[in-house]
């Protein structure tokens, strides 16, 4: 090896001789030069420090939004001019209504509405005058019924009753003091009353 450094202070080491027994080309590390390609000194593998994940940004702990629901089919609507219902369950009164379903306990006074369906498990107790009733349930009272009264085979009607016109299905059972009424008796029973044919 050659003690003469180069340039840099960099000892130089001799290259190896040839065959030909000649003087040896001597290049120094790290440069080009005519004597061939430049070769750079190793650096010894040192571990390196793991590196820390980036930060992540809100955006991206964020889970993903969850899809949507498919939405749950719905009876088709009725328009606006259709009938309005109304299922209850109360004691009081009742004024004016065009359907009243009634699928549990109630007592009250019931005026002017048009149309009632008395559900099997409905028990309606006091007063009530109206254009129609469904009875599948039972009705205790009186009971004024301007057009039909329609009793089911698993209805119940006692009391004091008035009907224009009446259909009882087999095994229906009716009680009380019963009458068949006119129009015109419906009229003087209730002054101001409007009966709609």
Partial sequence: MSDAPDDLGIPMKPARPGGSGGPANVAPLGRGGSGGPAVAPRIPDTPRPALEPPPRSVESMTPPPMPRPA???????????DVRKLIVSLSGEIN?????VIEGSVEA????CHEVDL???GLFK???VIDEIDVRGRFDGNLTVRKRLLIRSTGRVSGVIRYGQIEIESGGQISGDIQVQTPEDFMSDTPGARIAY
């Fill in 109 to 112: 006074n019931l005026q002017n």
């Fill in 71 to 81: 939405p749950l089919p719905s009876s088709p609507r009725r328009p606006e001019g």
């Fill in 126 to 128: 006091g007063s009530a």
């Fill in 96 to 100: 004016s209504c065009d359907t009243l």
């Fill in 119 to 121: 559900a099997e498990t």
